[in-house]
């Protein structure tokens, strides 16, 4: 096993190289950063779906809310909005929600005070409507007040790798919530549930215009590490300082993704990791062995989701844009399932491997496909039958399809992924 | 021995034969006997030490449930007495496996309550009920098939340190020590159950009635007030089905603990079982020894069954 | 020949074998029964013979020719059908649409067969329209053997019908039984009221670990002090 | 009056389109579900790759000089709905039914489903590129205006031809289904299936034929959806993909494996959708006259944003499963 894992590694290894020969030291190097970032979301889905079973087709969502972290907690200060009446008025949008919240709760509990059955429905369903105009009659003028006066709210200035770390807590409430909602449902029901919130987290970020600029975009968003610029001030040439800013880069994704997969390691071959792997084999008789299968449930799914947050900030700060209608459920939620099935679920160094390769995987098919349509095209030119339309917009769609191509593939031939789950036998 | 509580209480200590015989009101009766003391409805009573003679671990009473427009269980009521091994029998469909699956919480009663060791316990998840020393088996082997018969055995024990991130993560050397318990312990009752040979072997590989003992195993690795053993000789050969029961016999006799067994071996549940319950579309009709219930025409006809006369 | 001879039969779901060599032969005028502890291979025969797990070893021959592995949608054209244990009614059809799809096989006008089957369930005919969801245990057992018979078979196999009823439905499914047997349907049946059930069998079988352990007429085991120690409850 | 024919403008046919769209769509994924107990994904593909073929066809048609007087997408629909029903069945074939008999989890399908979403998407763009199609180039999209002046209403009732044909076409197709699932010997053994697989079997239905049925069902079904969805807007590569939630809401409101309730799933979330983002001031405004002046109603007034529009789908089917996990209509529980 050990075996096989080394040799696979090695042969992503020489696939590197070979990128690198033929695509140049930048590309590869942004690449490679970009790895790591999908690498620690990829764990994250490991956590959920290779240790816990659970289905998580919302990953999308949590990328988003991981990028809005840092672009909040990171993008330099607006005065504007600070200076204007903004602050204000989202502090009285803020009080109404509370309002609202206080009055739903209310209602909730109205059965202590006699009302009973039907009625109570009835009271539940209007204080949510009364606190929803609240809440809308507060919050609508805020925001186009703020959009019209100074933009959006704009950051906070802080350091990037804080807004990393908000980016995981972020995720973490929002997926406390929606596994407190979900995670009850039935596998199918939670795909889609968990596909309906992530397209509900889009709606929101895209249109919040006040606090997201929406499809107006962020940028640029600071680094952590020192720019290229920054190289280049002191002296560096072009092309080393952009080696030496990414590589600074890809240390710290690298201490992070370290970190993180220490953690789970640590975690994961202890007890908690059985526990895990018993309610994700067999979550009634988990139960009756006293395990809380709902609050675990809930937990992995948090501690996925934390990770997925991370990732997803740092590939914000990496691309140094926060565009919201950039994310698409394909390359958002389904890339990352891919790379969990190829890898192999319930293996962490799998979930490793199959991020990095099928990210290649993913950049490399556009270039390639236009190689391969180029040659095609010249020899049907050759023989007669007049070249291919349009080469450069079709080698862009095509990895899409390769990408579905790889993982019908693997769920035939390698149902259990490239490196599998290990089974943990007693020395 | 791999079974000696930490701190058995002493009152637990109460063998079958210790103890006299309960006088069984009118146990062939066919409607379901509730002692005076008893009410009816007791529902949302919590921790009423008082409604019950501590005599009576569990105590089900007047529990109703239905599925659809199946009553699988009709206003029932029956009590397992501590320290005893009591059986319940009946022909399929009696409701004798809801009834299991509710007593284990596994199921909500429509009606009734169960009361656990004195507290009102209807409603509760099976992971508290598991705290309280209720532990069962399944009729069907739940095993967890992705992983080791030991790990199977491995996760039982509550409260490992190690199942919580922050102990996992930081005090390593806590988890560890535990650990190394908890693996002595699985592999001490993996060698009683003799099943040495696979314990590395995934539990979804071994055979029925290998996971059957592996479930018996797992009831032994923590101290449990009562253990219900849903038909636990279905698919155990006969030689190991003896080692069984008079592992169930030491384990009732010299540690106290308490049994409640679903069986449809009739050779087990008389060599094992006092009194025996018998169940027939969901409702009690009989509580007694074997003997006795053997010697009740009424009982025989509705479970063994009598000849038809055919033209 | 036999209508149906199992010589030697192996087979299991995929793991260890669950038969071990079963052997059985029955005529259309027979009333064969099954009994044996839990786990014995009861309800596995009958599985094997209708193709619903594989045989391994050993010959299975309905009519002369052999049936092993194949499955229903070939064997019930031939003469055989099959009653399941539990969910063995379509319960968001009605009683009727359960009965037709008993003669899902059969290309030919089937209401005569429909009305035989009404006149020996009465009650299902009353409820003909009704979903069969909504019928007691009892009924639903009729509705089960009511659809198993459309298809106007030779053999009928029946695991454990007397389950999870109450004596007097017991015996009413036991006189319709022996009521299809006269009409020239053999049975092969399954019974954990296994006394009862021996007593009007012409043929009883008893399994222990996926093999023969006795064979006799019902009335020879019901006699052996043996079978009846081990196997009847005293 | 006039704000009345508004609202049926704005809100009743909108959204009966809408609903007629989402519930053809549903029963497809719904039967699916039934029969072989998995959510297949991959339906939004196969409701686009119906469209593609249906304006393939048309444009076909349409360089012969043929002239239809309804549009051509209706008349190539048949032909277009066989195509489809044909490319289900090839994809089971070469994708779930290999998984199936390895005796994969459904949820192993529902993955497999991804990855042909992936494939046919990715196909539909390499040989269409990106951009959005017409089937309205060469024809014109004929409007109907019913003059209601008689009424008192000063707009007339607008319903574009192929919206009229399009509840047409469904209520005709439903009806269909509905001959086809309580009457004929294929459907009957379709709802049995769905119902009891095993007892199914035991009754000597050919399990597989009715796989096959299915699949020619869902596929032909799924290419009305997709073709008239694309006559009602523009057809681009990720036509059903953006509306594949609120179908599957449809289909898990009305109860999965029930084909009534996926339409009736489909026709609520289709008319929820077009009644939360209606613009109350247009209706209200006469109030204006009456309101003092500092109530007036503000220019919009809907009780959702336009463009949150497809979370109200979400939120139906959140407060369902919440309330009535298997849907209005009793569904399967798998």
């Not at chain 4, 529009?309 to 009793?330: D, Q, S």
Request: include cysteine; glycine fraction near 10%; aromatic fraction near 10%.
């Amino acid at each position: 096993m050990i075996r096989r894992s080394l040799t696979l590694f090695a042969g992503l290894f020489v696939l590197i190289l070979v990128i690198g020969w033929a695509m140049g030291l930048p590309f590869t190097s942004s690449r490679l950063v970009e790895a790591a970032a999908y690498s620690l979301i990829a764990l994250g889905l490991n956590i959920q779906w290779g240790y816990g079973g659970l289905f998580n087709f919302g990953i999308m969502g949590f990328l988003m809310l991981g990028g809005f972290a840092v672009t909040f907690i990171s993008y330099p200060v607006n005065p504007q909005f600070w200076g204007s009446d903004g602050p204000w008025m989202l502090g009285r949008a803020l009080i109404a929600f509370a309002a609202g919240a206080l009055l739903v709760y209310g209602a909730r509990q109205s059965d202590k005070i006699g009302i009973k059955g039907g009625w109570k429905t009835f009271v539940t369903v209007l204080a949510w409507f009364v606190a929803y105009c609240v809440y809308r009659s507060q919050i609508d003028p805020a925001a186009a007040y703020i959009e019209a006066n100074a933009g959006f709210v704009g950051g906070l200035g802080g350091h990037p790798v804080l807004g990393w770390l908000f980016g995981g807590v972020l995720a973490a409430v929002i997926a406390f919530i929606v596994g407190k909602i979900a995670l009850g449902l039935r596998t199918d029901y939670l795909a889609i549930a968990t596909i309906g919130i992530s397209e509900i987290i889009r709606a929101l970020i895209k249109n919040m215009d006040w606090l997201t600029r929406g499809t107006l975009t962020v940028s640029p968003i600071p680094w952590p590490t020192p720019l290229p610029q920054a190289y280049q001030a002191s002296g560096s040439d072009q092309f080393s300082s952009l080696l030496l800013a990414r590589g600074g880069f890809l240390l710290l994704a690298l201490a992070v993704l370290g970190i993180a997969i220490w953690l789970i390691s640590r975690a994961y071959a202890g007890p908690w990791g059985r526990m895990m792997r018993s309610i994700r084999d067999n979550h009634i008789a988990a139960a009756s062995m006293g395990k809380n299968v709902t609050a675990r449930q809930l937990e992995i799914f948090v501690f996925g989701s934390v990770l997925m947050g991370i990732g997803g900030a740092m590939l914000v700060s990496f691309t140094q844009i926060f565009d919201p209608s950039s994310y698409q459920p394909i390359n958002h939620t389904f890339l990352i399932w891919v790379m969990i099935i190829v890898g192999g679920a319930g293996n962490n160094w799998g979930a490793v491997f199959g991020a990095i390769l099928i990210w290649l995987v993913w950049v490399v098919s556009e270039p390639l496909a236009k190689v391969i349509f180029d040659f095609v095209s010249y020899w049907s030119t050759n023989v007669g039958w007049g070249a291919i339309p349009e080469i450069e917009s079709r080698s862009a769609q095509m990895r899409v399809f390769v990408l579905g191509l790889v993982i019908t593939i693997a769920l035939r031939y390698a149902p259990k992924g490239l490196i599998p789950e290990v089974v943990r036998r007693d020395a | 021995m791999a079974f000696s509580p930490k701190n058995a209480p002493q009152e637990r200590f109460c063998a079958k034969s210790a103890v006299s015989k309960l006088t069984h009101a009118s146990p062939y009766a066919h409607m379901p006997q509730n002692s005076p003391e008893y009410e009816p409805r007791v529902n949302g009573i919590r921790n009423g030490t008082d409604l019950v003679s501590s005599d009576l671990v569990i105590d089900v009473r007047n529990v109703s449930k239905r599925f659809g427009g199946l009553t699988a269980v009709n206003n029932c009521s029956l009590s397992v007495r501590r320290g005893s091994v009591t059986g319940l029998i009946g022909p399929n469909g009696a409701g004798k496996s809801t009834l299991f699956n509710i007593v284990a919480g596994n199921i909500v009663p429509d009606e009734g309550a169960v009361i656990f060791d004195g507290n009102d316990v209807t409603g509760l998840k099976p992971h508290q009920l598991f705290r309280t020393g209720m532990l069962r088996t399944f009729q069907i082997a739940h095993e967890f098939s992705n992983m080791t018969a030991l790990e199977n055995l491995m996760m039982v024990p509550g409260d490992q340190p190690g199942e919580y991130l922050g102990n996992a993560w930081f005090r390593p050397g806590l988890a560890r020590s535990r650990e190394t318990e908890v693996r002595k312990k699985a592999l001490d009752v993996i060698d009683f159950l003799k099943l040495g040979h696979v314990r590395n072997e995934l539990a979804g590989n071994l055979s029925g009635g290998q996971k059957k003992l592996l479930e018996l195993g797992r009831t032994m690795m923590v101290d449990a007030k009562v253990v219900l053993l849903d038909e636990v000789a279905a698919g155990v050969n006969k030689t190991l089905l003896n080692d069984l029961a008079s592992n169930i016999e030491r384990m009732n006799t010299e540690l106290g603990y308490t049994f409640f067994v679903i069986e449809h071996d009739m050779d087990l549940i008389g060599r094992l079982c006092d009194p025996v319950i018998v169940m027939a579309q969901g409702e009690k009709i009989a509580e007694g020894s074997m003997e006795e219930i053997r010697a009740n025409p009424q009982i025989v006809e509705a479970y063994f069954g009598t000849p038809v006369e055919v033209a | 020949m036999a209508l149906l001879e199992l010589k030697h039969v192996v087979g299991g779901y995929g793991g260890a074998p669950i038969l071990n060599g079963v052997n059985m032969a029955i005529e259309q005028s027979d009333i064969g029964v099954i009994v044996g502890p839990n786990g014995a291979g009861k309800s596995t025969t009958l599985k094997a013979i209708f193709g619903l797990l594989k045989v391994t070893g050993g010959t299975i021959e309905f009519l002369g020719e052999s049936i092993a592995n194949s499955l229903p949608d070939k064997l019930v054209p031939r003469g055989l059908s099959f009653v399941p244990q539990e969910k063995n009614v379509f319960t968001s059809m009605s009683v009727e649409e359960n009965l037709e799809m008993g003669a899902f096989t059969r290309k030919d006008d089937f209401s005569e067969t429909m009305q035989w089957v009404y006149e020996m369930f009465p009650v299902l005919a009353e409820k003909r329209r009704q979903p069969a969801g909504e019928l007691s245990g009892g009924q639903r057992q009729m509705v089960a053997m009511g659809r198993a018979l459309m298809s106007k078979p030779k053999l009928l196999m029946l695991d454990e019908p007397s389950a999870g009823l109450s004596p007097r439905y017991v015996i009413e499914i036991f006189e319709t039984i022996v009521r299809v047997n006269q009409e020239g349907v053999g049975i092969l049946m399954v019974e954990q009221n296994a006394r009862q059930a021996l007593a009007f069998a012409s043929k009883g079988f008893v399994l222990a670990q996926g093999q023969n352990r006795f064979t006799g007429t019902g009335q020879e085991l019901i006699a052996d002090p043996e079978v009846a120690k081990s196997f009847l409850g005293g | 009056m006039t704000e009345l024919i508004f609202f049926i403008n704005q809100v009743v046919i909108s959204g009966a389109v809408l609903g007629c769209i989402y519930a053809l769509g549903a029963v497809g994924i719904t039967l699916v579900f039934g029969i072989l107990r998995f959510a297949h994904f991959a339906h939004s593909e196969l409701m686009t790759s119906g469209a593609f073929f249906a304006f393939l066809l048309a444009a076909l048609f349409a360089s012969w000089g043929i002239v239809t007087p309804i549009p051509l997408g209706f008349v190539v629909l048949p032909i277009a709905m066989v195509m489809s029903a044909i490319f289900a069945l090839g994809i089971d074939k070469g994708f779930y039914a290999p998984l199936r008999k390895r005796g994969a989890k459904p949820v192993i399908l529902l993955i497999a489903s991804i990855g042909v979403t992936l494939m046919v998407q990715g196909l539909i763009r390499l040989f269409f590129g990106a951009g959005s199609y017409s089937f309205f180039e060469t024809e014109t999209k004929d409007v109907f205006r019913v003059d209601l002046a008689w009424l008192g209403s000063t707009r007339p009732l607008v319903i574009t031809e192929p919206q009229l044909l399009m509840i047409i076409v469904t209520v005709v197709s439903v009806l269909a289904l509905h001959f086809f699932l309580t009457r004929s010997r294929l459907g009957k053994a379709m709802r049995a299936m769905a119902d009891n697989a095993d007892l199914a079997q035991v009754s000597g239905i050919n399990t597989a034929l009715v796989v096959r049925v299915t699949w020619i069902v869902a596929g032909a079904l799924a290419c009305m959806a997709g073709t008239m969805l694309a006559l009602d807007v523009t057809l681009k590569p990720d036509l059903a993909f953006n509306i594949i939630i609120p179908i599957f809401a449809a289909a898990i409101v009305g109860g999965l494996g029930q084909a009534y309730g996926a339409i009736a799933g489909g026709l609520l979330i289709g008319f929820a959708e077009s009644l939360a983002v209606f613009n109350w001031t247009m209706v209200l405004r006469p109030l204006n006259g009456v309101l003092p002046e500092w109530a007036q109603l503000p220019a919009t007034l809907s009780f959702v944003p336009t463009e949150y529009k497809l979370t109200v789908a979400f939120v139906i089917l959140v407060v369902v499963l919440l309330v009535r996990p298997t849907g209005i209509f009793k569904g399967a529980s798998s």
